[in-house]
């Protein structure tokens, strides 16, 4: 199984601190972009892959949908999840998106917030998820943007006229990138907007939304250190239907 960098204990314990690791979906600013592109939840299996601490699985339940299947990898995110969860509609697994391997036909809805960036093979993750879907399934998901994951090092950041530049770093190669994130070292894997798109539409997806999220004036309003996410994007949200 893939070597984990939330499982390494000084990562785990800052991720734990963040405000979406604590306060839960509320924490996260992103996620009322997020759940406009999701469908009613009522009656659906649920596939949420990379589900971390398991909120969007214990929120999905809220909101109606009959399971979830919640995958991750590390298992200290599970053992989290699991501690915050009593409702056996509610399934945690350990397993790798890498090789992901779920059923055919059997979900209504996948989801998936900020892994899959970290994961190398979507050529076999993508496919394995619209055969996972019936027909017409919505499959929402983010990712760091593109943009995000080919940073130039920090020292590389200029300023010009008073404003801050973020040059990137070799945008069209793609693949492993390290970063200090939480911990030295973090293995990212970049990949172009472009690819994102042809892997969907390869792995037989209807692209129905792509967005490139920033904060809203009104988020930046209740929280001004946020104006910084405006100058270049940190999250691609995207949603597509399989076919
Ligand atoms: C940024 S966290 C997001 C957690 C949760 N989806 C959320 O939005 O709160 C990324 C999650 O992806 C998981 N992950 C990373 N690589 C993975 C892989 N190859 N297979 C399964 N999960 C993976 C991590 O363990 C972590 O829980």
Redesign the pocket.
Known sequence: M?R?I?DQEDFFAGYSRLP?SVQGLDG?AEWPAMRALLPAMTGRRVLDL????G??ARWARREGAASVLA????AK?LARAAEMTNDPAITYAR????MLDVPAAAFDLAYS???FH??ANLEHTFPVIRRALTPGAPFVFSVEHPLYTAPSAPGFVTAVDGRRVWPLDRYLDEGERKTDWLATGVIKRHRTIGTYVRLLLGAGFTLTHLEEWGPTDAQIAQHPEWAVERDRPPFMLVAARSS
């Open positions: 893939t984990n939330y979406r996260a990379g589900c971390g601490f909120w969007f995958i991750d990898v590390s995110m397993g790798d998106l890498e917030s900020l892994a970290y994961v």
